[in-house]
């Protein structure tokens, strides 16, 4: 007789038998194969480990077969006369091999063989979510279908893919060519659970937010989807108390139309007080659009109004920069063009590719990389550039080698080359920004607000030079005009106490627009306000009301009191006189490891450097914008139906940040479920399994 294997469900054992039916045990845990990899959780919700209606199995007597079995005509004799071969899956096995371990076989593995239903039914029926197959030594291996449904809704969530998906036909009918008998959930039963798991997800999220002691800021970024929905991504930034910066998505949220600033800022403040966080946010960093813009000013008047504290909204630098270099390209859109489309080919096809990199030795012009970045974003564009200023010799002898091929028109004139040099010098600093921008481990306000000013420089210097072509200059001109629009927003207190906080910067290498006499007295008082006395204000409540129990005089006690908080003050004043005085440290130098050990040194001000350097001077990741990773996220985001869009950017978001993946406030155990896959997978090609096929 077969092993049975037994499956947890509830906290209780059922035994699946062969030639038995389902029986529960609550004892003799040793000799079980627990497939619980979820305790206390509905089986009838989600089916992992068990079916969603136990199918009772009829009990069946094994009997003998003669060797005229029904079962023998879905198999083949070979021709040594030793070994059977199903016709099915051309598994093998001895010619001694009893007819009923036949029969299983094609129950097992080909459910419905049978069409003229003279098949017979003692072959081992199954639960609809277990499979079990033979092992040997007395074991059985099982591995739940609903295992598989599982694994799937962590694919779909990872590959940004909706439920939809897996309604493909092709698809579906892959995974029956593999096993007839899986049976993938329905569409809907995929959303439904996707739901379910954003919502207990979500609730882990605020709970997480509840713990936190600093302010948070906050970045919006806005698209619209095929379906023309208008959708608000909303992420909060905070620096714990260990001194890591930390980032958490908050929610997706659909604008509704007309999708102004008015829509939106009742999108935000909602999300705001599902987390209860509306009076701990410092900062909003919004996408430059008007609508944006409108929102922001809309909630700082909320939150001015209710004097909960300070609140500022910035423009975003990368998307501010990004502009500027659009602008300066514009006048070489054409040659960039050309050039990429050789570039495409040259990555399309290996042989071009390698002889191109043979040129390329040949004449010194470096060493490259394939395949070339050719996306339309402002890393694809500088490669371009990149690629005649300092290969144009190897890329003028590949395109008369494959002049058939390749066209003549690929060719760059002597006037283009000249304004791919131009350009290139031109725009070789603002790469380099970009760069330092993009690899940097916390771009603070203050550390971005440097990289602005330079290159406003860099423009400057382009419009007064006497040898910048006068198509260069015009160009510069625009370029001059976003940068100082750019500059005319975010001047102002707020950032520059952001600014001044970064240890890097602090007051000699902040811009001369914020260098203000009047903005350092502002930051002194702010923070004595806010940061060197709030640890008194519980000692300050008591003196007042001892005050009215004296009638009003002020008693021995309060005066001592009233001489301690001056000292307090005058020492955090010192502390910030202190910090301002001493050099800055190293642009390299990582500014939390730096703040995480003068701490100490610095006791008030470190948590008002927490706060502000957690303010966000680009509302998406610079890399996102500037490099062709933004083009997959785009189309990911562009693709998803609205039905799918919240839950899985949002799960999605959550597992890459650490968050546990949770249906109904229980957590999933992936690690299990891939341990059971890898251990059937296993046990099926064993060598004793290979073994038994082959007798």
């Not at 037994?6 to 627990?34: A, C, E, I, Q």
């Not at 040259?346 to 996306?375: C, H, M, R």
């Not at 005050?547 to 005066?559: K, L, P, Q, T």
Request: hydrophobic share 35%.
């Amino acid at each position: 007789m077969n092993p049975s294997s037994r499956v947890t469900v509830g906290g209780d054992y059922m035994d699946w038998g062969v030639n038995n039916h389902y029986r529960t045990y609550k004892d003799d845990h040793k000799s079980m194969m627990d497939l619980a990899l979820i305790s206390n959780m509905d089986p009838v919700n989600i089916g992992l480990g068990c079916s969603e209606k136990p199918i009772p199995v009829t009990s069946l007597k094994p009997r003998k077969k003669t060797m005229t079995s029904v079962y023998l005509k879905f198999f083949e004799t070979a021709a040594d006369g030793k070994t059977r071969r199903c016709k099915f899956c051309g598994q093998t096995y001895s010619i001694a091999t009893a007819t009923g371990n036949l029969g299983r076989h094609l129950a097992n593995r080909h459910p419905g063989y049978d069409k003229s239903g003279d098949a017979v039914n003692n072959s081992a029926a199954r639960p609809t979510a277990v499979v079990k197959k033979s092992q040997p030594q007395g074991k059985a291996n099982q591995v739940d279908y609903d295992h598989l449904n599982w694994l799937l809704i962590r694919w779909l969530v990872l590959a940004s893919l909706p439920p939809s998906t897996l309604e493909e036909k092709w698809l579906v009918n892959s995974y029956r060519f593999l096993n007839p008998a899986i049976q993938l959930w329905p569409s809907d039963k995929y959303r439904t659970v996707l739901d379910e798991v954003f919502k207990s997800m979500r609730e882990d999220v605020r709970a997480l937010l509840e713990q936190v002691s600093s302010k948070f800021s906050i970045t919006l970024d806005f698209w619209t989807s095929f379906e023309q929905i208008f959708y608000m991504s909303v992420t909060c930034q905070w620096i714990d108390e260990n001194w890591c910066f930390q980032k958490l998505l908050l929610d997706i949220c659909r604008v509704p139309y007309p999708c102004g600033g008015a829509e939106i800022y009742r999108s935000l403040i909602k999300v705001l007080k599902f987390y209860n966080i509306e009076n701990r946010v410092l900062s909003c960093t919004h996408d430059n659009s008007p609508s944006a813009m409108h929102a922001c000013h809309t909630l700082k008047e909320e939150l001015d109004g209710q004097k909960i504290g300070p609140f500022c909204y910035i423009p975003c630098a990368a998307r501010t920069l990004n502009l500027i270099i659009d602008d300066g390209l514009r006048s070489a859109k054409q040659v960039i063009s050309k050039i990429r489309e050789f570039a495409i080919e040259l990555n399309a096809s290996t042989v071009i590719s390698e002889d191109f990199i043979q040129f390329s030795t040949a004449y010194q012009e470096g060493t490259w990389k394939f395949p070339l970045d050719v996306s339309a974003r402002w890393s694809g564009n500088y490669q371009m550039l990149d690629l005649v200023r300092k290969a144009g010799k190897s890329v003028d002898a590949v395109i008369r080698k494959y002049d058939e091929m390749l066209g003549s028109r690929m060719l760059l004139s002597s006037s283009d080359k000249s304004v791919v040099n131009i350009m290139h010098q031109y725009l070789e600093p603002f790469y380099k920004t970009t760069n330092n921008i993009c690899t940097s481990k916390v771009p603070t306000v203050g550390l971005v607000l440097f990289f602005m000013d330079h290159i406003s420089e860099t423009i400057a210097t382009c419009r007064e030079s006497r040898h910048s072509p006068e198509w260069l200059k015009g160009a510069a001109e625009e370029m001059a005009k976003r940068a100082r629009n750019y500059i005319n927003q975010v001047c102002n207190i707020f950032t520059y106490m952001t600014a001044i906080l970064d240890p890097r910067i602090k007051g000699e290498l902040i811009p001369d627009s914020l260098n203000s006499e009047n903005f350092l007295d502002e930051a002194r008082t702010h923070f004595m306000r806010n940061y060197s006395t709030s640890h008194f204000s519980s000692m300050s409540s008591a003196y007042n009301a001892q005050e009215v129990e004296d009638g009003g005089s002020v008693s021995f006690a309060e005066e001592i009191a009233r001489k301690k908080r001056r000292t307090s003050m005058s020492s955090a004043t010192d502390e910030l006189t202190q910090y301002l005085s001493e050099a800055p440290a190293p642009i390299p130098t990582d500014v939390l490891e730096w703040w995480k050990v003068n701490s100490t040194r610095y006791p008030r001000l470190s948590v008002m450097a927490r706060d502000f350097l957690a303010v966000q001077a680009t509302s998406v990741v610079p890399e996102e914008l500037f490099c062709g990773k933004g083009d997959e996220i785009d189309k990911q985001r562009f693709c998803m139906p609205h039905d799918s869009t919240q839950a899985i950017l949002c799960i999605k978001s959550w597992i890459q940040v650490g968050i546990k993946f949770k249906f109904k406030s229980t957590e999933i155990d992936y690690e299990r479920l891939m341990e059971l896959a890898a251990a059937a997978a296993a046990t099926d090609n064993s060598p004793a399994s290979s073994e038994k096929k082959q007798k």
